[in-house]
C-alpha cells in the first residue's frame, strides 16, 4: 500500500514539474527618459513578425517598473520566439513615426540590427524551453 502512494506521488511530482511553462525576464538597456511606458510584444510566427497582429502576447509595464524589475514573461510554451520593444515616453499608446522615422526608442531581442526596416524573425528569435527561464538584454536604440 505504502510502495502504490509513494509510486503515485513520485508520477504526480514528476508530471507536475514537466508540464512547467517557460518564461522570458527582459532586462532594457539605454532608457534616457524615466517617463512613460515600455511595450511589448511577443511573436512565435515568422510570417507575421514584428506585425500587430501577429502578436501572441503584448502588454506594457511603467518605466520605472522596468528599469527596477525588467518584464517577465511567462507561461511560455516550449517554442521560438521574438521580442519587440517600444519607449512610449509620452503614454499614448503608440509608436510614433514622422514619415516612418520612429520618434520612440525601440528594440528587438538578440538586439538584432534594423536596416531600412524591421529584423527578421531569425535574427530576433530566441528558444524557450519547458521548465527554462531565459534572461535577455534590449537595448533601446
Not at 45 to 66: C, R
Not at 77 to 99: C, M, V
Request: net charge negative.
Amino acid at each position: 500500500m505504502k510502495i502504490n502512494f509513494l509510486v503515485i506521488v513520485c508520477f504526480s511530482v514528476f508530471f507536475w514539474f514537466e508540464l512547467s511553462a517557460g518564461e522570458i525576464r527582459i532586462l532594457v538597456s539605454n532608457i534616457e527618459e524615466k517617463k512613460g511606458t515600455i511595450h511589448y510584444g511577443v511573436y512565435n510566427n515568422p510570417k507575421l513578425f514584428p506585425d500587430e497582429n501577429g502578436k501572441i502576447l503584448g502588454g506594457f509595464e511603467e518605466v520605472s517598473k522596468v528599469i527596477e524589475d525588467g518584464l517577465l514573461i511567462d507561461d511560455l510554451e516550449e517554442s521560438n520566439y521574438a521580442i519587440a520593444i517600444f519607449h512610449d515616453k509620452n503614454s499614448n499608446d503608440e509608436f510614433d513615426t514622422f514619415f516612418s522615422i520612429p520618434k520612440e526608442k525601440f528594440g528587438f531581442s538578440n538586439n538584432a540590427r534594423v536596416f531600412l526596416g524591421p529584423p527578421k524573425f531569425e535574427d530576433a528569435s530566441i528558444f524557450v524551453g519547458q521548465n527554462s527561464s531565459v534572461e535577455i538584454m534590449i537595448e533601446l536604440r
